[in-house]
């Protein structure tokens, strides 16, 4: 009885710490990247707060290989032709030049969404989310929605969508 005790602290523990590992990463992530996903916010009207909650959950906080050898923090596929040199085999994701490169791609795709011109002057994560869900983003797309919810909550990333609407 008392080493299924132990072993059930031990257990809490280590799950403590890898959740509190994975939200340290988050917090690195957002830090490096919120002030692009700011600026992107300014200059495209989707909020800061889906561009950093999509990232993270896509790149699994800059950890993905996607993220790491392509600069694909959104997971968006294209043509690539250095796949094979970089991971020995092809892929069908695309390669972008820099990580500014693959979040301004990600809010130039969004622009061209349908629901974009419905929501263009909302801030709320809680209309963008389930719109890039519907319009076919994500394969497990429930899922996918409940997980970018999250993060952005967990992370209070919807914070930053008030930067710059109140005086």
């Known amino acids: 009885m008392q080493s299924l005790r132990v072993l059930s602290i031990l257990a809490f523990m280590l799950v403590d710490t890898v959740f509190a590992a994975g939200q340290n990463t988050q917090r690195v992530y957002i ?58 085999h092809r892929t069908r994701y695309k390669e972008y030049k820099s990580d500014t490169a693959s979040f301004r791609h990600f809010c130039h795709l969004l622009s061209k969404k349908p629901f974009y011109p419905t929501l263009v002057d909302k801030q709320d994560y809680k209309l963008w989310v389930p719109a890039i869900r519907r319009a076919g983003y994500a394969e497990s797309a429930h899922l996918w929605e409940k997980q970018v919810k999250a993060i952005i909550i967990r992370n209070k990333l919807y914070e930053l969508d008030q930067i710059g609407l109140h005086p």
């Not at 495209?44 to 896509?58: D, Q, R, Y």
């Open 31 to 88: 830090e490096k990247y919120k002030g692009l996903a700011i600026n992107l916010m300014f200059q495209t009207n989707v909020p800061a707060s889906v561009i950093l909650g999509v990232a993270l959950f896509e790149s699994g906080a800059g950890n993905s290989v996607l993220s790491r050898k392509f600069n694909n923090h959104f997971g968006i596929k294209g043509k690539n032709t250095n796949a094979i040199e970089k991971l020995g």
